[in-house]
């Protein structure tokens, strides 16, 4: 579904990822894992076309992203969630979800409906300002205002990142949810392992700009993880 091939990215003189490669496949819970600094958002951020990379291309379902500016992306079906989570702090819960409906052609208020059905905890805050949220409540909710758009593929950057552990697992829930009742594709970015190993099929791991692992999650030995993921 997506296909990253031999992927250089540079800022200015310093090249920062290094001939990556990946195969995403349709319906698939996909994890690129590595320690902080290695190259994770830098690679989502050249998949969106909010990087232009220096070489090798990227292609989703067969067309070549490298054509499309990022608005385009999103149309062909790509969502993204950054690390930063990016909500407007002035608006409600219900409103930052009603403004994607109206924004995207092709988001809709049963997407809208399903996205807080599959965060309770949601549902709850509905009037309440963004601003005010919690860390979690705040990743939830930009996880769904992804959703609003029916996504083909949900690219999430580090959904877990200074989080408390009972969010944490909400947000596991939702996103093995997500891939196993609706089939939706999920490129995970994730530093926590025993997030990503529990969710993820197919991974690869990046270190200093490489792969340097890839394959299947359950045939990853778990000391070169430790080696490859932990300070
Ligand atoms: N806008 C930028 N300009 C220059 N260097 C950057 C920029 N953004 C990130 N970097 C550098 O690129 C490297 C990879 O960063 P990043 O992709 O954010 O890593 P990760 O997401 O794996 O933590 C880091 O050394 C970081 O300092
Ligand atoms: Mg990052």
């Known amino acids: 579904m997506l296909s990253v091939q031999n992927l250089d990215v540079a800022y200015g003189p310093t090249q920062i990822l290094f001939d990556v ?4 496949p ?3 819970l996909f994890c690129v894992m590595g320690r902080n600094g290695v ?6 951020n050249a998949i969106m076309g909010v990087l232009r990379p220096t070489g090798g291309r990227v292609f989703f379902e067969g067309r070549d992203l490298g054509k499309m500016h990022p608005y385009q992306r999103v149309k062909a079906g790509l969502a993204y969630v950054p690390q930063t989570r990016g909500s407007f702090p ?6 930052s979800l009603k403004v994607v409906v109206d924004a995207s052609d092709r988001g ?4 809208m409906e399903d996205a807080i059905e599959l965060f309770p905890r949601l549902r709850k805050l509905l009037g309440r300002k963004a601003g005010l949220l919690s860390g979690g409540e705040a990743a939830q909710l930009a996880i769904a205002r992804a959703l609003v758009t029916k996504p083909r593929l949900l690219i999430l950057d580090e959904p877990t990142e200074g989080i408390q552990p009972s969010i944490i697992l909400e947000i596991e829930d939702a996103i093995a949810n997500l891939n ?4 939706m594709s999920i490129l995970l970015v994730e530093q926590y392992m025993e997030f990503a190993l529990r969710l993820a ?4 791991v990046l270190d200093a700009g490489e792969v ?3 394959g299947a999650t359950a045939d990853l030995d778990d000391a070169r993880m430790r080696e490859l993921l932990l300070l």
């Open 21 to 24: 490669s990946m195969e995403v």
């Open 26 to 28: 349709a319906n698939e």
């Open 39 to 44: 190259g994770k958002t830098t690679l989502l």
């Open 90 to 95: 002035q608006l409600t819960v219900l409103e």
């Open 108 to 111: 809709d208020r049963d997407a």
């Open 180 to 183: 196993s009742s609706t089939g």
């Open 201 to 204: 099929g197919k991974h690869i």
């Open 212 to 214: 340097v692992s890839s």
